[in-house]
């Protein structure tokens, strides 16, 4: 390949990722050249102002065609640039608290890696929405899980940290061995990895035994990107990891990582199996066939992740499984397949990224304070700082999905979405039976930030990255669940999800 | 003149005391419930307003509000674009219903003096209430019906679990867990209507169903039908589902148990009627007899087990569940007679139990019980709480002359027309509340005294307002019944209309 082929590709499609690439390696040199006693924290700020120009730069793509770079390696369409946005969006919340994380434990060495491997992770996400090719995007998977196996177990001296960051890589790296498995039977029946192409040989799949082995490859790929999503029976080791990390990982993992598995599951699922046929062109597409399998993931996801979370006493393995309950909610969008898919997930995904990194925050300073993370710290937050329980209650009842808040309207969408087409019923009842479960919990914590008295009456250090991570979270679950338009419109106008998904 | 600014006003007018008291020093008890209760004002003024509005014989519609709110797009521009619109609007009931919650708002912000603690956070929950109350009845979509019946939910909770009595936290648990279920099951059939006919406008919706080549098979409708009784027979509550609202009178404080009893159970009422009479006519009459059992089991259980209750909360609350029969029956009976009766018992009985759980919260506050053998010889003690705690049970038992015996009246004539072997066995539900009522109350008032009531002052300064005013209500509405009944004509008009069709 002569050098004017490369230049002839419009690398200015890739500026987010660029952004984020140099800005990781210029934040490595300044680690390594940096006095040991200087504070690492202006990393961090870069880090931020990084994430925040390559969000401008995203938002300034939108509206244009398709354009790919490297047989679709790397492709630009409207669904990459609206995940890419939540990604982003996600991804500086989070480094707002990392900004704002006390280091203790082992973590104060290594406060630059700190930093600059959730950058990575978050490149390792963006390669994922904009890939058109499995390679690329079993690439993109791999760098945001290495990343974020060493972020786990980054509080070196703490026991719970280092048990987190095993249990993580052995369940993660496993998992992705049964992706990359279910994979190779895809490239096998096809010989090509570009999933475009893959969607063009499989429509016209005549063997049955090929649809057979096709099924085996579908069930592979589900099982081991549902380990990703942590949704259940897969979901064991979320509850650990999110306990041993380091909050602001636990954030990231249980919201950007959660996004970007979203993100996989569609870009697969939707181009290959949706396209793949089952007895001869023209037929049931292989998804639709399976629509059961995922549904039964999605129904035992609610069910767990709701109803074990009533028993727990610590208050980031609650959110583990909080968190595991939602991605069950948002694999019933998944299972539905309706035409505003991607409305609901989108919507529902950046619902749960406010409230959620919320929640984080308020816990990061409670449990920063206390040292431990028993549900029952939170006792008397309300007399010990009205504004602080407040805003956690408003982020709770937005996860309970009460009206007038961002989780209510995502709910609503996905509802749509399942009595639409064929009509989920079994699915939809499911997820508001376990919707009312989940009362309990979030309410459980409410009660005791607002009914019980305060075991010790001082006051709470807010610091100002917490301070811009709450007040973004509270103002945008209020307004994105009275003004769900501001959203929607954005998506309607500028992005052409899905004639853009399959061309 | 443009009128419809006026519904938005009054619905959200409670918000502008929430943002005063937010500024407010929490320490200033006296400026924090003089801000509270004034904050009631504007939704009363305004609602009042409307009421003489159409008594001046002008149109409801002057007031009808419609503004776009959010759409829901499928991805392909050629598919239908789900619109749920902001719309408020009025109707005779609703009106009624609307000025109902003003008075006993404002009433129970009188009522609000006895809380001891954290009065900011009480009063910003209680304006927040009102506003979802207000909503609740002046919605004309089911989406927005829904928004505002759950904003009740949250405040009804932390008033309960925080300033209630000693099993307040149980009582609230209790109570968001129950409502949240009915409200699962209510989110269904909304979802499932706006899904299958692309709207949630009431109106729309009943002409929708009407239609028979609508999408909807009638095996749905059923189902449907049945959920929303479901949905709202959790709220009335209809037996048995009515474990929680037991809890919720005993521990919840007076204010609350006020609005609670007044207008929170009423949204049920008022849902069956509007949305299940109004959108299932059909599926209503076929399951009108089975609403008519319902309604006799209420009168009855209810009855029956007020008359073995020792505190008096629990005798009001469970003559509440009987009261609630008697909507259900006049309901079932499915003619004009009997609906008139069914609404007249929901706005009565939401002005009897305001009054009557406004005493208790007096007596309580005194002699910090509520226990009937405890409070023996009160008409010496208190002979003027005394007199009115009569003149209430009395009214709550159908004494000719107040809203309690015109609602009854209309009730049973209406179902002894259709079923007549029904309501006889529901008439003896009428005999037993007066049993239970006139036990209860002799009880305290007259029996043996086991305590002084030296120290004890009767009914004094502000604490009249809300007696008054209720009393006088509740006889305007027993000896002069077209100040109900004429808003109430229109309604009336078109239920039967979707009924007999």
């Known amino acids: ?503 | 003149m443009n009128l419809n600014w006026v519904l938005s006003t009054l619905v959200f007018s409670p918000l502008l005391g929430i943002i005063l008291l937010a500024f407010l020093p929490k320490t200033q008890e006296k400026l924090i419930k003089l801000v509270g209760l004034l904050a009631t004002l504007p939704a009363l003024v305004l609602s009042l307003a409307a009421y003489f509005h159409y008594l001046a014989g002008k149109k409801l519609s002057d007031f009808s509000v419609s503004a776009e709110w959010i759409q829901f797009r499928g991805m392909n521009a050629n598919e239908p674009i789900f619109s749920v619109y902001y719309e408020l609007g009025l109707s005779g009931f609703q009106l009624l219903l609307v000025v109902l919650t003003a008075i006993v708002a404002t009433l129970s912000a009188i009522a609000a003096r006895y809380v001891k603690k954290e009065w900011k956070g009480f009063f910003m929950l209680f304006l927040l209430l009102e506003v979802g109350m207000l909503g609740v009845f002046t919605a004309e979509n089911l989406i927005l019906f829904f928004l505002f019946f759950e904003i009740t939910l949250i405040p009804t909770f932390f008033l309960i679990g925080k300033w209630g009595y000693f099993e307040k936290e149980k009582a609230a648990y209790s109570f968001l867990i129950y409502n949240g279920l009915g409200s699962a099951v209510l989110l269904i059939v909304i979802m499932i209507l706006f899904a299958k006919t692309g709207t949630t406008n009431v109106e729309l919706l009943s002409q929708m169903i009407a239609d028979p080549t609508a999408p909807l098979s009638a095996d749905l409708k059923l189902g449907l039908f049945i959920a929303l009784l479901i949905a709202f027979g959790v709220k009335l509550p209809i037996f048995p589902l009515h474990s929680w609202m037991l809890r919720v009178h005993v521990q919840a404080p007076p204010a609350v148990v006020m609005i609670h009893s007044g207008i929170l159970l009423k949204i049920g009422a008022y849902g069956l009627i509007r949305f299940g009479m109004g959108i299932f006519p059909e599926q209503f009459e076929m399951l009108a007899v089975l609403l008519a059992i319902l309604g006799v089991i209420n009168l009855l259980y209810g009855a029956f087990l007020a008359f073995i209750q020792s505190d008096f909360k629990m005798v009001l609350a469970y003559s509440s569940i009987s009261h609630m029969g008697i909507v259900l029956i006049g309901l079932a009976a499915m003619n004009e007679a009997g609906i008139q009766g069914a609404i007249f018992q929901v706005i009565s009985h939401g002005l009897i139990s305001a009054l009557l759980f406004f005493l208790v919260g007096v007596l309580y506050e005194r002699t910090e019980t509520s226990i009937i053998d405890h409070l023996g010889g009160l008409a010496k003690g208190m002979p003027i709480a005394a007199g009115f705690l009569l003149a209430g049970a009395m009214a709550s038992l159908g004494l000719p002359g107040m809203s309690g015996f015109v609602s009854e009246f209309m009730a049973f004539l209406g179902l002894f027309k259709v079923q007549p072997w029904i309501a006889a066995v529901g008439t003896i539900g009428i005999i037993m509340t007066a049993v239970y009522l006139l036990r209860a109350v002799l009880g305290m008032t007259f029996a043996q005294a086991h305590r002084k009531f030296d120290a004890i002052v009767d009914l004094k300064g502000v604490e009249y307002v809300p007696v008054i005013v209720l009393m006088l209500l509740i006889v305007l509405i027993g000896v002069y019944p077209s100040v109900l009944s004429s808003p109430l004509q229109a309604t009336l008009e078109t239920i039967m209309l979707g009924l007999g069709g």
């Open chain 1, 1 to 503: 390949m002569s050098l004017d082929t490369l230049l002839s590709y419009n690398w200015g499609i890739m500026t987010p990722e660029f952004i984020i690439l140099v800005v990781i390696a210029l934040l490595t040199i300044f680690d390594l050249f940096m006095p040991k006693t200087m504070d690492r924290k202006i990393l961090g700020w870069i880090g931020l102002a990084a994430i925040f120009a390559a969000m401008v730069t995203t938002a300034s793509l939108a509206g244009g065609s398709v354009e790919s770079i490297l047989d679709d390696t790397f492709r630009l369409d409207s669904f990459a640039i609206a995940f890419k946005l939540l990604l982003l969006a996600g991804a500086g919340l989070v480094m707002f608290l990392a900004v704002s994380h006390e280091a203790k434990e082992g973590l104060e060495n290594y406060k630059g890696e700190f930093y600059y491997l959730f950058l990575t992770a978050l490149l390792g996400t963006m390669i994922m929405t904009s890939s058109g090719d499995l390679i690329t995007l079993y690439i993109g998977l791999e760098l945001l899980s290495i990343s974020s196996y060493i972020l786990a177990g980054i509080r070196k001296n703490n026991l719970k940290s280092n048990e987190s960051a095993m249990k993580y890589v052995i369940n993660g790296s496993i998992s992705s061995a049964i992706a990359l498995f279910g994979m190779s039977y895809v490239y096998g029946l096809t010989g090509t990895t570009n999933l475009l192409d893959i969607a063009a040989q499989l429509s016209v799949l005549m063997d049955s035994q090929h649809v057979y082995l096709l099924g085996i490859s579908f069930l592979m790929i589900l099982v081991g990107l549902a380990f990703k999503l942590a949704a259940a029976p897969f979901h064991m080791w979320a509850p650990d990891v999110y306990q041993g990390a380091p909050t602001p990982v636990t954030a990231f993992l249980s919201v950007v990582s959660k996004t970007a598995g979203f993100v996989i599951v569609i870009r697969i699922l939707l181009t290959v199996f949706g396209a793949a046929a089952t007895e001869g062109p023209g037929s049931v597409p292989l998804l639709l066939d399976m629509q059961d399998y995922i549904a039964v993931i999605a129904g035992a996801t609610m069910i767990i992740g709701n109803v074990v979370a009533l028993k727990q006493t610590n208050i980031k393995r609650l959110f583990a499984y909080s968190s595991i309950a939602h991605a069950g909610y948002l694999l019933v969008a998944v299972t539905t397949l309706s035409s505003n898919m991607f409305y609901s997930i989108w919507f529902y995904l950046l619902a749960y990224l406010l409230m959620n990194l919320g929640v984080f925050a308020v816990i990061q300073v409670v449990a920063g304070k206390t040292g431990s993370e028993k549900i029952t710290d939170f006792a008397g937050l309300y007399r010990r700082s009205p504004w602080l329980a407040v805003a956690m209650g408003i982020l709770l009842i937005s996860l309970a999905g009460f009206p007038g808040t961002a989780g209510f309207i995502g709910k609503l969408n996905i509802f749509m979405g399942a009595f639409a087409t064929e009509g989920h019923y079994v699915l939809a009842s499911i997820m508001i039976a376990t919707t009312v479960i989940s009362y309990f919990y979030y309410f459980g914590v409410m009660t005791q930030i607002f009914f019980r008295p305060a075991a010790d009456t001082s006051k709470f250090h807010i610091p100002f990255g917490i301070l811009v991570v709450l007040i973004i979270t509270v103002v945008g679950s209020i307004w994105f669940g009275i003004f769900p338009n501001t959203a929607l419109d954005f998506m309607h106008n500028n992005l052409n999800i899905i004639d853009d998904f399959f061309s």
